[in-house]
């Protein structure tokens, strides 16, 4: 950073790398009122050819497919990892760490699952690792989780956390389609994969959960324990029962201190409809934070887009250009200790069922009783048809997790569902 410049090298140059490289270009002027230092990208690494690539390279930037021409360059001093996966990227990483060289990186993947010791080469180096990019696109919530809510001890967090869920579940919401049908219109749209797995079945929302709990609270939770429970089997049906209830239903990653132990997991929720978050429609991200000093805190963007996540990998660009500190952890230990977990069974919430039972006199009074022999109560309920087997759709008042696994067990021992059960968490009304 001699003569007030920084020299990035930036692997990948996708729709992420481009929106970076754009961001800039455009906002150069201003950067350098902000930060005093020119950014300059020196070197550009990628796996197409220069005559494929979607977007112009930066201007006066070196094109090439050597990574470690990035990694082993004296003359950069940062080097931006946005061409995901694992294994190749955990290896340039390190060898930029080890090399001296600060580094930025969207691989929420690699940073939830294997990334402790990254945290702690940065640290033993003391130099920047920054990962706006990875947590929710363009919403700052690294940054607020980091430095913003540094004085707040976090009670609770939740939030919609992946762009391709809520679009999905929003145009269930508002079109009544089924979910294969909002699949495909998403992936005609681009707002989901081809092979959308990670996406539907809510391995992204828990990559990004698990980094959240890290800002939150400086422990970890290991990704392999995270409970995780994706979208595909949400029916229209239910969406259309939850709305009776004044309720929406969205994939929620989740994370609480009950009594000094962390409760986390993602899941189809019922929100209520009145909840800010149950507002938040299309491929847009949001988080609500409460915390003991600030009270509640809602953030809300877009997650994903070459402009939107490029805007927060320049975000961590500019922190080290300006000579920032490394506060990548947001606690003095870079490794955090083991998370003390609530046993996800012991988890207490309401919840809403979805029952296919015989249409005869008494099913009502015996699920009524079996819930009751499980300590759990009704709250609301909706009984409609005039077939053999009608839906019988009801929430309870809290109960444990546990509860109603023995419930369910009970109520398919004694031959009253029709059809496998559908159960979701309610989350506390904001």
């Keep these: 950073m001699s003569n007030r410049k920084l020299v990035v090298g930036l692997a990948g140059y996708g729709v992420v790398g481009s929106g970076f490289a754009r961001a800039l270009e455009e906002n150069r002027d201003l950067l350098y009122r902000r930060t005093g230092c020119d950014i300059v990208i020196k070197t550009v690494v990628a796996k197409e050819s220069e005559a494929n690539l979607a977007h112009p390279l930066p201007q006066g930037a070196e094109f090439l497919h050597d990574i470690d021409a990035i990694s082993n360059d004296p003359e950069i001093d940062l080097a931006v990892e946005l061409m995901g996966g694992m294994g190749v990227a955990a290896k340039f990483i390190r060898k930029c760490l080890e090399n001296g060289k600060h580094v930025v990186t969207a691989n929420k993947a690699l940073l939830a699952e294997d990334g402790l010791d990254f945290f702690r080469l940065a640290g033993e180096k003391n130099l920047y690792l920054g990962y706006e990019a990875s947590v929710c696109g363009g919403i700052p ?74 800002l939150a609270w400086g422990v970890e939770y290991p990704f392999k324990d995270l409970p995780v429970q994706g979208i595909s089997k949400v029916s229209a049906e239910d969406i259309g029962f939850a709305g009776e209830l004044g309720y929406r239903i969205k994939l929620l990653g989740q994370a609480r201190m009950t009594d000094g132990k962390l409760e986390a997991g993602v899941f189809p929720t019922l929100v209520h409809g009145e909840s800010m978050l149950a507002k938040v429609d299309g491929s847009f991200n949001a988080v609500w934070v409460k915390g003991n000093a600030v009270g509640s805190v809602f953030l809300h963007g877009r997650g994903a887009g070459d402009l939107p996540t490029g805007s927060a990998v320049l975000a961590d660009v500019m922190a080290v250009a300006r000579g920032s500190l490394p506060n990548n952890t947001g606690f003095v230990a870079q490794q955090p200790l083991a998370a003390t977990l609530l046993c996800p069974s012991q988890a207490i919430s309401k919840h809403y069922f979805r029952l296919m039972v015989p249409d005869r006199p008494g099913v009502l009074r015996d699920v009524a009783g079996i819930l009751a022999e499980n300590g759990m109560s009704i709250a609301q309920a909706i009984q409609k048809g005039e077939e053999e087997i009608v839906p019988l759709v009801f929430m309870t008042h809290d109960a444990k997790t546990a509860s109603v696994e023995n419930a369910l067990k009970t109520l398919h021992d004694k031959d009253l569902l029709r059809a496998e059960p559908v159960s979701y968490r309610v989350l506390a009304h904001q």
């Design 141 to 214: 919530i690294v940054q607020t989780m980091r430095e913003g809510l540094a004085g707040n001890r976090i009670m609770t967090l939740s939030g919609i956390l992946n762009g391709t869920c809520n679009y999905i579940l929003s145009a269930m919401t508002a079109k009544g389609q089924s979910f294969t049908d909002a699949l495909k219109d998403a992936q005609r749209l681009g707002f989901a994969e081809a092979d959308p797995t990670l996406d539907i079945e809510g391995l992204d929302a828990a990559h990004k959960l698990v980094l959240l709990i890290r």
